[in-house]
C-alpha cells in the first residue's frame, strides 16, 4: 500500500510533527507475523529505541511481539504499555545497577550480557534479590555488515559484545556463579542491512560456535541473531514493507538450529521506518548564486539521521504539482550540518508549502532533542486523522 496524505488536515496543524500511517504499520506487522508464525520457534522482539511513541507502541503489542530494550527506561514504558516482562530482553554495553534490578525485579526474559564486569554485576546483584537472572552471552562474531560505518556493530574493533575467543571462557565462569543461568546467545552485526549474504555470513559463523559447543556437550535454549533488516529510504511507496520472507528464509536456510532451540530476532527500523513522516513547513525560499534553499520550520533537532549519518530521506512537496526545480532542503538550526539534502528535485517550493521527509518512523522522533530550546515534535496517526 501507498501513504497518503489527508493534506487539508494537516493544514489546521502546526509543525514540525510526525505522521504515522497505522494502516500501513498494521499491515507491516501482519506481514512478520505470517512469515514467524510458519515456524513455531521464532520469536521477535520489537526494537523500542526505533520508535517510543505510545500510540505506535499500543499497535505493535496487539501482534504480540516482545520487546527488546537497551535502558531502564525503555524497560519502565515497555511494562507501562503492557508488554509481557516474560517477552522483554535487555541489551547494551553499558547498565547500570538501577537498570539491572529492574529487571530482576521484572523478571525480565533474559540479560544479553556484553563483558565479564557486567556478569559478575548481575551475578552480585541477583544474589542480593535471592534470585537467578537469565543471561544470553553477546558474541562479537566478526562479521561486517555494508552499511553505515557508525551503525555496524559485530566487527572486532566495535565496543559491543565478548570476544569469540573468549567465549569458552566465559561460559566456564557463568557455570561457577549461583545467581545467572545461562541461557543462550546473542549477536547483531549492524542495522539498515539489505543484502542477505551479511546475514548468512552471520549464519555460518554461529554454526562454527555451536558446532565448538555441541562438541562439549552444550546446548543453550536461545539464539538471539539481534536485527539490522533495513528498509528502502529511496522508494518508500515502491517498497513499503519490506522483504521479511527472504530476510526470515535467509535464517530458516542457513542457521542449523537444534531440536527445541528457540530463534529470537530483535527488528525495530524494518518494523515503524515506512509509517512515519516527518511533516514541516516552508519558512523562506533563498536563491543563492548559484543554489536555491528551501528553508523548513523543521530542523536536526526533529529528525538527526541526516546530519548523523548522511542519511537520505525522500523528500516531497505536497502543496505544489508545478514543474520541479532543484533546491538544498535545510533546517532554521544554526549549524552547518543541518541539512535534510541537497540538490533536492522538488515541485516549486513557495512559502507555506508543507514538506514530507519520508522513512522517518525509526530514529526520527525518537531521537529528536530541544537543542536551541525548540520544542520537540508533536506527532498524529492516520486513525486520529481519518
Not at 103 to 108: Q, V
Not at 267 to 286: E, F, H, M
Request: hydrophobic residues 35%; contains cysteine.
Amino acid at each position: 500500500m501507498m501513504t497518503s496524505f489527508p493534506i487539508t488536515k494537516f493544514e489546521s496543524i502546526k509543525t514540525p510533527f510526525y505522521y504515522y500511517d497505522t494502516n500501513l504499520l498494521r499491515q507491516t506487522l501482519q506481514a512478520i507475523t505470517d512469515e514467524t508464525s510458519k515456524r513455531d520457534n521464532y520469536c521477535v522482539h520489537y526494537a523500542i529505541k526505533a520508535n517510543a511513541n505510545p500510540k505506535v507502541l499500543q499497535i505493535i503489542k496487539e501482534y504480540g511481539l516482545g520487546i527488546d530494550c537497551v535502558s531502564g527506561g525503555e524497560i519502565e514504558l515497555s511494562i507501562k504499555m503492557g508488554f509481557d516482562p516474560q517477552k522483554i530482553v535487555f541489551a547494551g554495553v553499558g547498565k547500570s545497577d538501577w537498570e539491572i534490578n529492574l529487571g530482576l525485579e521484572n523478571k525480565i526474559l533474559c540479560f544479553n550480557v556484553e563483558s565479564i564486569p557486567e556478569l559478575e554485576v548481575i551475578n552480585d546483584l541477583a544474589g542480593q534479590k535471592n534470585t537467578i537472572a537469565n543471561i544470553a552471552l553477546r558474541i562479537n562474531p566478526d562479521v561486517g555488515a555494508h552499511t553505515h560505518a557508525n551503525i555496524t556493530t559485530g566487527l572486532a574493533e566495535n565496543k559491543f559484545g565478548i570476544d569469540m575467543d573468549d567465549m569458552d571462557y566465559v561460559i566456564e565462569r557463568t557455570r561457577q556463579m549461583k545467581n545467572v543461568k545461562f541461557i543462550g546467545l546473542h549477536f547483531h552485526i549492524g542495522s539498515q542491512i539489505l543484502e542477505m549474504d551479511d546475514f548468512i555470513a552471520l549464519c555460518n559463523r554461529i554454526n562454527e560456535l555451536q558446532t565448538k559447543l555441541f562438541a562439549k556437550q552444550i546446548i543453550v535454549d536461545h539464539i538471539n541473531v539481534g536485527g539490522g533488516l533495513g528498509i528502502d529510504y529511496k522508494h518508500p511507496n515502491r517498497n513499503c514493507i519490506p522483504d521479511f520472507n527472504s530476510y526470515f528464509s535467509t535464517f530458516h536456510k542457513h542457521l542449523k538450529l537444534q531440536n527445541n532451540q528457540t530463534l529470537h530476532f530483535e527488528l525495530g527500523r524494518a518494523v515503524v521506518a515506512q509509517c512515519g513522516t516527518l511533516i514541516s513547513r516552508v519558512l523562506y525560499v533563498k536563491q543563492g548564486h548559484q543554489k536555491q534553499f528551501a528553508i523548513l520550520d523543521a530542523g536536526m533537532t526533529d529528525l538527526i539521521r541526516p546530519a548523523l549519518y548522511q542519511a537520505y530521506h525522500k523528500i516531497k512537496n505536497l502543496s505544489s504539482v508545478e514543474p520541479k526545480e532543484k533546491y538544498d532542503v535545510v533546517g532554521p538550526i544554526c549549524e552547518s550540518s543541518d541539512v535534510f539534502g541537497k540538490a533536492v528535485d522538488l515541485n516549486k517550493v513557495h512559502r507555506g508549502d508543507l514538506i514530507a521527509i519520508r522513512s522517518t518512523g525509526a530514529y526520527g522522533e525518537t531521537m529528536a532533542s530541544q537543542y536551541n530550546c525548540r520544542p520537540l515534535p508533536e506527532s498524529y496517526t492516520s486513525d486520529e486523522l481519518s
